[in-house]
């Protein structure tokens, strides 16, 4: 069973949303922190955002006041809702659970963003 499985990337307008989903098939009492990374062409990957166990969120610079995480515990799914979004945003973004002893990644899904 793959332990996370992403949805929703995809094309959109410069200005335009969209809401990635990672569903992780992990306990949920040993999860640490779910968020999301981003990689575009040629660069490095970087943190967009993550939720930690309590609740409390980090963003990375380029996410923040446009972008936002959420999570439905009771599911164990992540979320990213992203708006205002910019050609400089298309990438592969790449779910990410920690647990306590093994740090997770999904096999990403595709963000084009057209000016």
């Known amino acids: 069973q793959v332990p996370l499985v992403e949805s929703g990337g995809g094309l959109v307008q410069a200005g335009g949303s969209l809401r990635l989903s990672c569903a992780a098939s992990v306990s949920s009492a040993i999860i640490n922190d779910m968020g999301w990374y981003r990689q575009a062409p040629g660069q490095q990957r970087e943190l967009v955002a993550r939720?930690?166990?309590?609740?409390?969120?980090d963003y990375g610079d380029s996410a923040k006041g446009r972008f936002t995480i959420s999570r439905d515990s009771a599911k164990n799914t992540v979320y990213l809702q992203m708006n205002i979004l910019k050609p400089e945003d298309t990438a592969i973004y790449y779910c990410n659970v920690n647990t306590y002893t093994t740090n997770y990644w999904g096999q990403g899904t595709q963000v084009t963003v057209s000016s």
């Open positions: 939720i930690f166990r309590l609740g409390s969120t």
